[in-house]
Structures are given as C-alpha cells and as structure tokens.
C-alpha cells in the first residue's frame, strides 16, 4: 500500500537535496509504461494528508480509478526507503513519441534520470531507440527495466539458462545506444550492467522484479521464475511480488544510479539552458541554489475544476512562495504565484514555499504555457524559446 507521510515530513525530506530523485520512464509503445509506473504507485507513493482520511471511506475500486485517471498527470511523487535511508522521488510523465511540439525534450530537461523499459520478448525497438537517444543527448541518465519476463516462459518456452543469454542480448543491444548516443565523457560510466546494479527484470503485470543486489538478499533467481510461470500456479507466481516486488526493484537504481538535482545541474546546465552562466543566475542555476534568483522551467499545464491552470515544473534555482512576483519570460508578461503546491503521490497540496531541486505546481499564473521559463528576474534568459501562437485561453471546467 502506498505510505501516508506528512507535509511536513515530505518538507524535511526535500530539504535536502541528496534525498531527491527527478526521473522519468521512456518505452516504445506497449512495452509496459503504463504498468510499471501504475505499480510504482500502487506500492510507494505517498498519500497526501487531504486523502488520506477519503482514502479509508473509498472502496478499492474508487481508489484504484482515481489512480488510472490521474496516473498520466504532470508529476507523482514516490517516497522510497532504503538503508535507513528516506527519498522522495518525483516520477514526471515523460511523453512516449516526439512530436513536433518537442514535447519529450522538454520533459527530460525536468529529470536527470530515465527507467527505459523494454518488453523481453521484442526488445530494443525503434521508439526505445530514438527516445533513449534524446534522453542521452540531453544529458539524461539510464537504468533499464526489462519487462514481461512472464513471456520468455510462457511464449518463447525458455529455461532459466536460455533466459539469461537472452536478456544479455538485450543488455548489450541497449549498451550499444549508449555508446553510440552518450557523450565520451559518461559512455562507460553509463552503460548498464546486472552487476553494477543498473538492469532490472520483472513482470509488471505480476508486480514482481528483482535487481542484482536484490537477487542477492532475497535468493531470488531466474529458476524461481521459471518455476512460477510453468507451474501456472497463481500462489506461486503472487509469492514474486511478495518476495521481489518490482517497485523496489526499479526505485533501488533509480537512488543508486540517478544523481540528485545538484549533482545532475552541474554538467546538465550548460547543455540545456543557454544563457551566461557565469551571470548569478547561471552559478546559482549551477549550483541549485535555493538562496539564488529563481529559475523553472514549466513542463505541464493542467487546467483543474477548482483551482484553475496549474503550472508544473522543474525550479533548477532560487526560492518560490506563494505571493512572490515573477516573469513569464517568453510570454514577456508578468505574473503573481498565488498559491506553491507539490504532488503527494498524484494528489496537490499546498506548501506555500519549495526550494531549487523540487517540482512545484503553481496556482496563479493564468498566461504560462507548456515550455515557458519562469522567474523572478525580469529579462532572465529563457531555457527554450516557445511561440505564443494566440493568447492563451483560460478554461475553467
Ligand atoms: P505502455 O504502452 O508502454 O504504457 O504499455 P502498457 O503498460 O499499457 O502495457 C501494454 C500491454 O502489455 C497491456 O496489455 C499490459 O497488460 C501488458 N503488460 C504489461 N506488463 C506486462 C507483463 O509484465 N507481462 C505481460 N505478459 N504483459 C504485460
């Protein structure tokens, strides 16, 4: 079940750094996206405080509808512990295809990090390509989850032996994009591995996965698999998910292997933001300073029943709170934050005031559009230039 966290504790959590992952999921279409990123939250994300109490008077089913309904949103946020250890992850919905809006690189520019999910049985295929490239190119960290595990057994009828030789072709098919796509500086440090802990199998379907260090603390292995799916016995195939869950599998090399926001700026700001960055917004965006001029870039926009367009997006400097007078840089406008709110699993909650490194959702800011730079410096060099086709329309459902 996910966890029930306070505010204030997911408030002490993102108060440092270190604690937080900003990552997305990239697969070409039918691979298991949807079904991972359902079972991530089905087993960690937080209920909000608002819900928690709703929570207990819905029935499962209205619970598990709200979830479908709300899972393709702009952010979830994930909360995970290991080794004593607690982070919150936000998981920002990366668009699946390049369109001609660039919709998908403006997504990565908000995540340091991308699960890349493959189906075992077709593999790397042609969108896994393109986006794992452009996820590469912006300077875009991998792991990869290799899914439908269930279908080398049950279609492809392979032993565990036959199954590990050929999820290694997966491996090393997905490491040649690597070396191709990936900058020299990061190529070997970026290929994945079983070993290094940066590949994960499982079924998402069956809510199982295991990694390496897993398989190491759980004696979990291919056999046991095998096993499940040739017996048909759904006890045994349930005993996976119990055992291995694919949540802690997936989120275990998402804190291993994907750098947290001030690590990630360091090197991804210079590729992704062209302005001076020896200006102060330029070190304090290196930096993710919290104490420099504030800097976010709005990834999505959702228009709510109540509290209007929501802007959601990366703040990459900077401080936001609600009152605080910004700039919409491309739209050359000025704007009013009237309310900072987080995602608590997929739900909004008021904050008031968030810090560089996070994902706010801002109420107030009637002209933002998908793409627009946010800030409180007027004349701020924006991160992409975005056309304003007509006047932004503001729909209250
Ligand atoms: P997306 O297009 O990448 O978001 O893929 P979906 O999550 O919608 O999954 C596509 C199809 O694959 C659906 O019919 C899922 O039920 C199915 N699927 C997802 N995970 C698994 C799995 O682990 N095993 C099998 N056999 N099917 C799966």
């Not at 949807?34 to 079972?39: A, L």
């Not at 999820?167 to 020299?184: C, G, K, R, T």
Request: charged content about 25%; some cysteine.
């Amino acid at each position: 079940m996910p966890k029930f966290k306070s505010t204030q504790d997911i408030l002490r959590i993102i108060g440092n750094k270190d604690q937080i992952r900003n990552f997305g999921v990239i697969a070409h279409v039918d691979h298991g996206k949807t079904t991972m990123s359902d079972s991530l939250l089905a087993a960690s994300g937080i209920i909000s405080p608002s819900v928690a109490g709703q929570a207990l008077a819905l029935d499962s089913m209205k619970l598990e509808q709200n979830r479908q309904m709300t899972i393709r949103g702009a952010n979830v946020t994930l909360f995970y512990e290991t080794d004593g250890k607690e982070y919150v992850i936000n998981m920002i919905d990366t668009p699946g295809h390049i369109d001609f809006t660039g919709r998908v690189t403006r997504a990565l520019r908000a995540i340091d990090g991308v699960v890349v999910v493959s189906d075992s049985v077709e593999g790397i295929m042609t969108q896994t390509e393109t986006v794992t490239r452009q996820a590469l190119e912006e300077r875009v960290r991998p792991v990869l989850y290799i899914n439908k595990i269930d279908r080398l057994v049950k279609e492809l009828k392979l032993g565990p032996e036959e199954m590990q030789k050929w999820l290694m072709n997966i491996i090393s098919h997905f490491n040649q994009l690597v070396d191709i796509y990936a900058e020299p500086e990061v190529k070997e440090k970026w290929k994945v591995s079983i070993q290094g802990n940066s590949v994960a199998f499982g079924s998402a379907k069956d809510r199982w996965g295991f990694n390496f260090k897993m398989a190491k603390k759980t004696g979990i292995n291919f056999k046991d698999v095998y096993d499940a799916y040739t017996s048909n016995d759904p006890a045994l195939i349930k005993s996976l998910s119990e055992r291995s869950p694919l949540s802690d599998a997936v989120l275990g090399m998402v804190v291993e292997h994907h750098p947290p926001p001030h690590v990630a700026q360091r090197y991804r700001i210079p590729k992704i933001w062209p302005g001076d960055l020896n200006s102060d917004i330029g070190k304090a965006l290196l930096a993710c300073d919290e104490k420099g001029p504030a800097l976010m870039m709005v990834t999505t926009i959702n228009v709510d029943p109540q509290a209007g367009r929501v802007a959601t997006g990366r703040l990459y400097s900077g401080t936001i709170k609600d009152g605080d007078e910004v700039y919409l840089i491309d739209a050359k406008r000025p704007g009013r934050v009237q309310s900072v709110n987080i995602y608590m699993g997929n739900t909004r909650e008021i904050v008031s005031v968030l810090p560089a490194g996070n994902i706010p959702a801002l109420l107030g800011l009637d002209y933002a559009i998908a793409g627009e730079t946010i800030s409180t410096v007027k004349g701020a060099q924006a991160f992409e230039s975005i056309k304003y086709v007509s006047e932004p329309v503001v729909t209250i459902a």
